[in-house]
């Protein structure tokens, strides 16, 4: 029957109901069968709502979309870019079919898959009538839904359509289903609508939460056989006060060698969620979990993330532990990956072992672990010391803390930035080191697996990067060696910024000229750690790779594993890697913009007001601006300043129109807030004034100016 559509659609497009018609078929067979031509890339719905066979003058790629907002699709290793009134309803991520059009350009001619179905958007009146709008992504879709179906709805509720692989030379899109989410007023409402946005379901399904009900809430005594037995050492947690989904637990001695012998403790998800099952092909689907706020979408349900899977105080829990023997050096001299039981003797926090740290106190439930404390900063310490001297690339953080006030409704206090203390570099380091020798001891192995690597920077990107910190510093404090920019180099340079005024600019920059972390099954290392293996193995509640490791583990550690697999499970490895670099970047993006609502809507309250900052980076159209209360802001292109000014985007730079002034990236300014667009998570500002700073060598020729006075 296959052959037959084909052969129908050799000279004709045509219509599924003409296709049913012509073939004899019915509704869901027709349906069936075509769409098993379109997922073999044999066919495709073009705009004109028709079915057309593909041909070789069409290419398929998936539509791409950067920062600036541009999009493009990537095939046959060539960028062809998609103008905006060519997307023809894709969205980014979509698998689409594209016609060359002339030089680099192309069109979308239509779309085989979309990555994600699900469009939330709010509804909204418009004349008199109520509308579908986007809610969380920029795009040009107009959504058309009959009244009778928006009747049941009013101004303010968030919903989400499931879309079809529909295009339309219009951009139109013909709504036939509708799933209410709740109203914008609702709490949580953003968070659940931005995480339905961003392809993450928010419920379990039964099958899958069955399984989590029958999965027992305690360790069971014939699960332990053959299980090393550590439930009498002094083996504890380190997580934040808030956390719920402990599954790292750590324990550390001092031999008689003087050598550290430390124990990374984590929870055996793998051996509760098993391949093929529900919970198993659901976590595989989220990637990984999403946190926005007081809210989690978890990648397991909680019942088993919060229980038997976290490493909870005093209860006996089945883990995977890495113990290795560290010499005063930092280097791994011995190591052995196995099955154990454990008891973890406490929860400890952050928050208390930072105070200890900082002000040498500490609650009296600490006491008996104050020699394995001691042991641990120590060891931790020398990791600090062992990385660095590799070449470990420690850049500016830029996850922020949302301070509110419990006691007026959450309301929104401050944005602190999230500053590591010791106790979260002592967990950092003993995770980093453990993940390394899991990754490096299945590279020797030469079995398939999973890897989080980290590209070198492409060496023109960097290049350019380097002359625009030149033009900003006059490349005063920038360090090479040895002719090129290696790990040791990018931490030169972070280093002599470290107290820079314009360390949050220098960071930024070099952060953007980096290659994206992701995860494959090609260990080509980790330029940022400076490493040649790494994975993610010490997360399995909250991340897909790590569980997907253990289960790696178990496969190959069975007597009865056969290695004729090998084959077909790497090439599931590479699908899984890839997906599960899709998932984590949505869920940052869902993080991301989580962030930048919260600032939009605090900085709403303070229009017109004016708040000092410096010029964070300027790029295309679009200057950013970092203020002292670290919201992140635009620079308002219809204010008083850019009448004056205008950007040079190779140098990075806002030049006078009538002068040779130029203002460039760290510049310390005093703004007005301009305007605020919810909507679209942005907050715009007016320079009011350019503010002379000592400590910056080009900011003292600049005088001190105000504009729109």
Not at 118 to 147: G, I
Not at 551 to 571: E, G, P, V, W
Request: overall charge negative; aromatic content about 8%.
């Amino acid at each position: 029957m296959k052959e037959d559509i084909l052969n129908l659609l050799k000279h004709n497009n045509l219509s599924i109901n003409k296709i049913k018609t012509l073939c004899n078929l019915e509704q869901e067979e027709a349906e069936k069968i075509i769409q098993e031509l379109v997922d073999e890339k044999r066919i495709f719905l073009n705009t004109s709502n028709k079915y057309q066979k593909l041909s070789n003058e069409y290419l398929i790629g998936t539509l791409e979309k950067t920062s600036k907002g541009s999009a493009y699709v990537m095939c046959e290793g060539k960028k062809i870019l998609i103008p905006s009134t060519e997307l023809k309803t894709a969205l980014k991520n979509d698998l689409v079919v594209v016609e060359k059009t002339y030089h680099h350009c192309g069109t979308i001619k239509g779309i085989l898959k979309r990555k994600n179905n699900k469009l939330v958007c709010e509804v909204k009146e418009w004349k008199n009538k109520l509308m579908l709008v986007p809610f969380n992504v920029t795009t040009e879709l107009h959504l058309v839904a009959p009244k009778e179906l928006l009747s049941n709805y009013i101004v303010g509720d968030r919903v989400f359509v499931t879309l079809g692989n529909d295009s339309s030379e219009t951009n139109d899109i013909f709504v036939r289903e509708i799933t209410k989410i709740g109203h914008f007023n609702d709490r949580f409402n953003d968070e659940i609508a931005i995480a339905i946005s961003k392809d993450f379901e928010i419920d379990f399904s039964d099958e899958a939460l069955k399984e989590a009900d029958k999965i027992p809430q305690s360790v069971q005594e014939y699960e332990k056989e053959g299980r090393l037995d550590l439930t009498d050492e002094n083996i504890f947690t380190i997580d934040s006060i808030h956390t719920k989904d402990m599954d790292d637990a750590i324990s550390i001695k001092k031999l008689p060698n003087g050598n550290y012998e430390l124990g990374v403790h984590i929870a055996d998800v793998a051996h509760y969620i098993k391949p093929n099952s529900y919970l198993f092909k659901e976590a595989l689907s989220r990637g990984t979990s999403v946190y926005l706020g007081d809210v989690v979408i978890p990648m397991i349900p909680s019942i088993l993330s919060n229980g038997i899977c976290s490493l909870n105080e005093n209860v006996e829990r089945l883990t995977k532990s890495c113990i290795m023997e560290i010499n005063k050096k930092g280097k791994v001299i011995n190591y052995r990956i196995v099955e154990s039981v454990i008891k973890s003797k406490k929860k400890m926090t952050y928050e208390e072992l930072n105070r200890l740290f900082n002000e040498n106190y500490i609650d009296d439930s600490y006491l008996p672990f104050i020699q394995d404390l001691s042991y641990m900063f120590e060891l931790s310490n020398i990791l600090t010391k062992s990385k660095y001297k590799n070449g470990y690339i420690d850049f500016e953080s830029s996850d922020i803390n949302i301070i509110k006030d419990v006691f007026k409704n959450d309301e929104i206090l401050q944005f602190e930035s999230k500053d590591s203390g010791e106790a979260e570099k002592l967990i950092e380091n003993f995770m980093i080191i453990a993940n390394e020798v899991v990754a490096t001891d299945f590279y020797w192995k030469e079995l398939p697996f999973i890897y989080r690597t980290h590209d070198i920077p492409d060496e023109i990107k960097l290049e350019t990067t380097i002359e625009q910190i030149k033009e900003i510093d006059l490349g005063k404090r920038l360090v090479r060696i040895q002719n090129a920019y290696g790990p040791k180099a990018i931490q030169a340079i972070l280093n002599n910024y470290k107290s820079s005024p314009i360390y949050s600019v220098i960071s930024n920059l070099l952060l953007r000229s980096m290659a994206k972390a992701k995860y494959t099954t090609e260990n080509v290392g980790h330029f940022a750690l400076s490493l040649d293996s790494y994975c993610h193995f010490t997360s399995p509640i909250r991340r897909f790779p790590d569980l997907m490791i253990h289960t790696l583990i178990n496969m190959y550690t069975k007597n009865n594993f056969d290695f004729k697999r090998l084959d077909r499970i790497s090439d599931e490895l590479t699908e899984i890697a890839s997906h599960s670099s899709y998932k984590e970047r949505q869920a940052a993006d869902a993080e991301k913009d989580y962030i930048k609502l919260k600032m939009a809507q605090f900085m709403k309250e303070h229009k017109d007001e004016e708040f000092e900052g410096i010029i964070l980076d300027i790029d295309n159209d679009k200057v950013f601006i970092k203020l002292d209360n670290n919201v992140k802001c635009l620079l308002d292109n219809d204010g008083c300043f850019m009448l004056s000014f205008y950007p040079d985007i190779t140098k990075k730079t806002l030049m006078c129109k009538y002068s040779k002034q130029a203002v460039k990236l760290g510049t310390r300014i005093l703004t007005k807030v301009t305007r605020v667009d919810i909507p679209q998570k942005e907050v715009y500002l007016d320079i009011k004034e350019i503010i002379k700073n000592p400590n910056n060598s080009y900011a003292k020729k600049i005088t001190r100016n105000k504009f729109g006075d």
